[in-house]
């Protein structure tokens, strides 16, 4: 049993890392494993706007003030910076896209912030990739924005793989998963980019790079490394070429 007088003064100080997620999202548990202990996730969601992940209901993700509102209720509280977890909805539009739901992320009061596409981005000139193989598990459609988004960031696809699912895509099993990185692996590829925040992919990525010897960025990794580097902090992901490089020992 604690005694009273061990309950004096306060909690320890912690930080808070803002997230607004779009309502689908089923993976909180997983961006939390990318985490330092002292961090906390706050999470917001946005307001349903349907069913299918279709290029129209990526459009809808980010229209109207979801987003802005997303941002006011996490900053309420300890959160300073703010990511915007959600793949499809940050590079549908494109950079310019892009660039608007961060500028209104910063209009809403965030002091930094960052879209799991940009993070992408960010992590793929972090490694030196320039030429990358993608993996998404959207409808081809959908899946071919993303190319055109890497591409105004001077970032080659040099193959996309779909898995061509429109629903339920944090339910695709680690082993479907896998193969799918697999078969978009390509020689010329130096990275291997795995698009969706909805896609479960942490106990893949280093074994994976592992076995196909170059890095693989994912949307919630990167997203996650991204958002804490902003705070002036690291990821964790034992390794993982983005977060735990050669050489690195000290975890923050």
Known sequence: MVELGELRGRPAKREALGIVAPFDLELDRELWRWLPPDVDLLMTRTP??????????????????AVPEGVRSVTAGRARVVAYACTSASF??????DAAIRAAMLAAGADGAITAS????????????????????YLPEL??????????????PVVNAALG?????????YARTAELIR???????QAIVVSCTNLPTYALIAPLERELGKPIVTANQATMWAALARMGRRANGP??????????????
């Open 143 to 156: 899946s071919a924005l993303l190319d055109v988004y890497l591409r105004e960031h001077g970032i080659e």
């Open 92 to 97: 549908v539009g494109g950079r310019a896209g």
């Open 118 to 137: 940009g993070a992408i981005v960010e992590a793929l000139r972090a490694l030196g990739a320039a030429r990358v193989a993608v993996a998404t598990p």
């Open 165 to 173: 699912l429109d629903r339920e895509i944090w339910n695709v099993p």
């Open 183 to 189: 078969q978009a692996d390509r020689p010329d590829a």
């Open 239 to 252: 390794g993982q070429a983005l977060v735990d490089p050669p050489g690195y020992s000290a975890r923050s």
């Open 48 to 65: 349903a706007v349907g069913t299918a992940v279709t290029v129209d209901f990526a459009r809808e993700l980010t229209r109207g003030a």
